[in-house]
């Protein structure tokens, strides 16, 4: 269903750039299919800020200047990922990178509420406001071991790559940003934020948005290959599903009492039947069961968890309308099979990510591609379930691109990072923020001000 992806039709010499990348582009083809073609074209302005940027010797100083700073920002990798940082624990990393954030220059920067740490940076004036983000939580449990071992030329341990390097990028950025004292037109608003992974449901980036009224876009760090851009973000609903009834013996009670086991396999059954659209790409699945007492036993009790998603809000709510009737059917049906109504069922709504995409003719995601192009990447917009799902939901532009390095063997214990000349990769996010913002004097603010929104 998605159509092939094809060569922005840039200036001459970005063109030539782009094509360069072609043979990564291939592997970047297989890793992910793209969700939407690579804007034909960027406008004039566009292209003209990026021509500029990249031109602009100050701006190279300050590219130099990450190259310069990339073994620093290796070590603080390191030290980052080695303080756990479980769902809903996030504290201790929050403290962390607080106090680097301080030390950096953002002496206002603070935790909110949230357990965010938020930071501004201001601008010169009369830009926009443009949020800058990595996530500080990882999947891992507490007392999982986090110590980074450097193995056959890379750095292995959990969360190192989703998402410590985003935040050890956020950090460089700011470090050189100051020493070079580069300022921009808009301000930028630093965050490491909680509650992405998990049943974090987002709370981290909600309350940001909840709390600042003003953003005018987003660009998160997330690991990702050279080009890759999200754009968009799949939203999903997630249940627990709790059947009770009386219970029994399994002898002495047959025939009296329904099972909350077997109400439960009924409607297993049942959404195992239910039919989803390929697309927009629409899924579910109940990925933990459990329940009853004994073997012997009819259960009074029985639990599941449901996963709803699509890349289309409104496929979602038609795919969970459907499994949510399911569930009262199986009842029912339990009930019916033995002459009682005992049995019942609950839901709880524990997992909620609104979704939508940034559309591809937006400025954010314009600005992604030429400045990708500049590095000699051809980009592939694809779609995930990020931080970006909260702005984008808002109507806010939004994208998610990677902060530099190969990694692999994400939400595993396995996993790693190579970040041989991975300061190339935070060269190229950089470009793209400073293209959004504008530098006085190089290019102007791509990036258009929105009208503040209410409460």
Same mark, same amino acid.
């Given at each position: ?45 566009? +292209? ?6 990249? =031109?602009?010797?100050?701006?190279? %100083? *300050? !590219? ?12 603080? *990798? ?27 220059? !953002? ?12 930071? *501004? ?14 996530? !500080? ?12 071992k450097e193995r056959d030329g890379r750095l292995h341990a959990p969360g190192i790559a989703d998402d410590t390097r985003g935040l050890s990028v956020l950090l460089s950025w700011l470090k050189v940003l100051n020493e070079n004292k ?23 980036? %909600? =309350?940001?948005?909840? +709390? ?35 219970g029994g013996h399994s002898f002495g009670a047959f025939g009296q009492v329904p099972s909350a086991i077997h109400g439960m396999g009924r409607a297993i059954a049942k959404i195992a039947e239910v039919r989803t659209p390929s697309f ?40 969970? %309308? ?24 609950s839901t709880k709504l524990i997992g909620d990510r609104p979704g939508g995409r940034t559309p591809t003719d937006s400025v954010i995601v314009e600005a992604a591609v030429r400045a990708n192009s500049a590095f000699g990447h051809k ?46 990769? =935070? ?18 603010? *791509?990036?258009? %001000? ?6």
């Amino acid at each position: 269903m998605h159509r092939p992806l094809r060569a922005p039709r840039l200036a001459p010499l970005t063109f030539a750039i782009a094509l360069a990348a072609f043979g990564t582009v291939q592997l970047a083809r297989a890793q992910s299919a793209p969700v939407a073609p690579t804007p034909a074209q960027v406008s004039p302005e566009v +292209d003209r800020a990026y021509t500029q940027l990249m =031109a602009a010797p100050a701006i190279q %100083k *300050l !590219l130099e200047a990450v190259k310069a700073d990339h073994e620093r920002a290796v070590e603080e *990798l390191k030290t980052l990922t080695e303080i756990e940082a479980p769902p809903f624990k996030e504290q201790k990393r929050a403290e962390a990178f607080l106090a680097r954030m301080k030390a950096l220059g !953002l002496t206002d920067a603070r935790i909110d509420a949230e357990g965010n740490v938020v930071g *501004l940076r201001k601008g010169t004036g009369h830009g926009p406001k443009l949020l800058v983000s990595a996530h !500080l939580d990882t999947v891992f449990p507490a007392g999982t071991d986090v110590k980074v071992k450097e193995r056959d030329g890379r750095l292995h341990a959990p969360g190192i790559a989703d998402d410590t390097r985003g935040l050890s990028v956020l950090l460089s950025w700011l470090k050189v940003l100051n020493e070079n004292k580069v300022q921009t037109q808009g301000d930028l608003l630093f965050v490491a934020n909680v509650g992405e992974e998990e049943l974090g449901n987002l709370r981290g980036m %909600k =309350a940001i948005f909840r +709390d600042h009224l003003d953003i005018d876009g987003m660009v998160g760090l997330e690991p990702s290959p050279d080009g890759h851009v999200l754009v968009l973000g799949t939203a999903s609903h997630r249940y627990e599903v709790s059947f009770k009834g009386p219970g029994g013996h399994s002898f002495g009670a047959f025939g009296q009492v329904p099972s909350a086991i077997h109400g439960m396999g009924r409607a297993i059954a049942k959404i195992a039947e239910v039919r989803t659209p390929s697309f927009p790409k629409t899924t579910f699945t109940v990925g933990t069961v459990g329940g009853g007492t004994s073997v012997n036993t009819i259960a009074p009790d029985a639990r599941m968890a449901i996963d709803i998603r699509s890349d289309d809000m409104a496929s979602l709510l038609e795919a969970e %309308k459907k499994i949510l009737a399911t569930l009262d059917e199986a009842v029912a049906e339990e009930n019916r099979r033995w002459n009682v109504n005992t049995l019942s069922v609950s839901t709880k709504l524990i997992g909620d990510r609104p979704g939508g995409r940034t559309p591809t003719d937006s400025v954010i995601v314009e600005a992604a591609v030429r400045a990708n192009s500049a590095f000699g990447h051809k980009t592939l917009l694809r779609g995930g379930s990020t931080d970006a799902n909260v702005p984008i939901s808002l109507g806010i532009p939004a994208i998610i691109i990677g902060g530099g390095g190969k990694s692999g063997g994400s939400h595993s214990t396995h996993e790693w990072i190579d970040v041989t000349d991975g300061w190339k990769g =935070a060269q190229n996010s950089l470009v793209t923020v400073l293209g959004l913002v504008g530098v006085p004097g190089v290019s102007p603010a *791509l990036l258009p %001000k929105r009208a503040a929104r209410t409460k």
